[in-house]
């Protein structure tokens, strides 16, 4: 496969600040265990991904989603001889910037930053995290992770041109991250495309035909299933066709991957950084599939008036908090008071709010405004 594309655990640029290396785990290994020890990743527990705990007990949560993601990318990994721990690690660590309130959160946070002359990126934040919030050592603050691992954290889903970002100046902008970090946004592609149907489709808000009539790939499988197993239920067919649809997509992954690489000619880790395009990437007719199930999904799921609803109001009260905290900077916790003391206000105010889970959230929306943070009834 591309072994010779693999990157080198040894050939790490290695961490901001020294430390000794570990007698039986390698630095791309600490990584990963500090990413699922800290704060940020258990907090993904109480973070909605699309549907809201509310409604159902085994709908994904963010966490959850990581997993799924983790488990897809060291498959990718495995298969395509790339490094299994350095993939792992930027799959755990690729939604802890997240804020609550799934990507209606980061919308709100966006707009309210706007005001300012900024934004907020989940990934950008997830950087600030593992380089400053999280304190469990001594030594140092933040993780200290490895430079590929917070390369990874940033340069995942979007490649920074020089100068696009200064303050991502130290990371290669112009330059592509590893192959193991390009993997990851398409390994979260697989996961949450074939996650939402498995959701919606418990939330009763699809039918498997409804899914075959517009995803001609799954089709093919739906009507397969339904020969291969006349006898099972609707749910029966519609997760196994839901396995197979996985299997294709990860399959197509891999296969793309690879004539990419071998059209790139790409024989170097350099190669990979100094080509123009990322290598990662699925079949054309995998990416065919994966776009038609993206646009259904926003068609019947994303955009349909029943999660809107919910959107509109967890976007309205974020713009609130927002407001209160910039207004009342002491109404924050000590730490983030002080900060606000000799820091921009509004910078503070969403980093403490992109840091909450939903539930948190509504606790301080209602100690601190007063009102009921729960959508009112149509």
């Not at 290669?172 to 390994?187: N, S, T, V």
């Not at 993206?294 to 009260?317: C, I, W």
């Amino acid at each position: 496969m591309l072994a010779r594309l693999r990157f080198p655990v040894a050939q790490s640029r290695g961490r901001r600040y020294p430390e000794p290396f570990h007698p039986y785990r390698n630095e791309f290994q600490r990584d990963r265990d500090r990413v699922v020890h800290s704060r940020a990743f258990r907090r993904l527990e109480a973070k909605t991904q699309v549907f809201t705990p509310g409604l159902s007990d085994h709908f994904r949560n963010r966490l959850t989603h990581t997993i799924e993601v983790a488990q897809i990318a060291r498959t990718l990994a495995h298969a395509l001889e790339l490094d299994e721990d350095l993939t792992e690690a930027l799959a755990l660590a690729h939604d802890i910037g997240h804020p609550p309130f799934a990507h209606a959160g980061e919308e709100a946070l966006d707009r309210q930053m706007a005001r300012f002359g900024e934004g907020f990126d989940h990934n950008l934040h997830a950087l600030r995290i593992v380089e400053s919030f999280e304190q469990r050592y001594a030594r140092f603050p933040g993780l200290n992770l490895t430079f590929e691992v917070r390369e990874g954290i940033v340069k995942h889903s979007h490649d920074y041109a020089p100068g696009e970002r200064p303050e991502l100046d130290d990371y290669q902008p112009g330059r592509r991250p590893p192959l193991e970090a390009q993997l990851i946004d398409l390994a979260d592609e697989v996961a949450y495309n074939t996650a939402d149907l498995d959701d919606a489709f418990s939330a009763g808000m699809l039918s498997a035909g409804d899914v075959a009539a517009c995803v001609p790939r799954y089709l093919s499988i739906h009507d397969a299933a339904e020969t291969q197993f006349p006898g099972a239920t609707d749910r029966e067919r519609f997760h196994e066709s839901l396995r197979q649809l996985v299997d294709a997509l990860v399959t197509g992954l891999i296969e793309g991957t690879v004539a990419a690489a071998e059209r790139s000619a790409a024989a170097t880790i350099d190669d990979v950084r100094a080509f123009p395009e990322r290598l990662a990437a699925f079949t054309p007719e995998a990416a065919e599939t994966s776009r038609t199930l993206k646009r259904f999904l926003h068609r019947t799921v994303y955009d349909s008036p029943a999660l809107n609803e919910g959107r509109q109001f967890s976007m309205a009260m974020i713009e609130e908090l927002f407001q209160f905290f910039v207004d009342d900077p002491g109404k924050m916790p000590g730490g983030y008071s002080q900060q606000a003391a000799c820091e921009p206000v509004h910078r503070v105010v969403c980093d403490y709010i992109a840091g909450m889970t939903d539930a948190f959230f509504r606790r301080t929306y209602e100690q601190m405004l007063g009102r009921a943070a729960i959508p009112p009834l149509s």
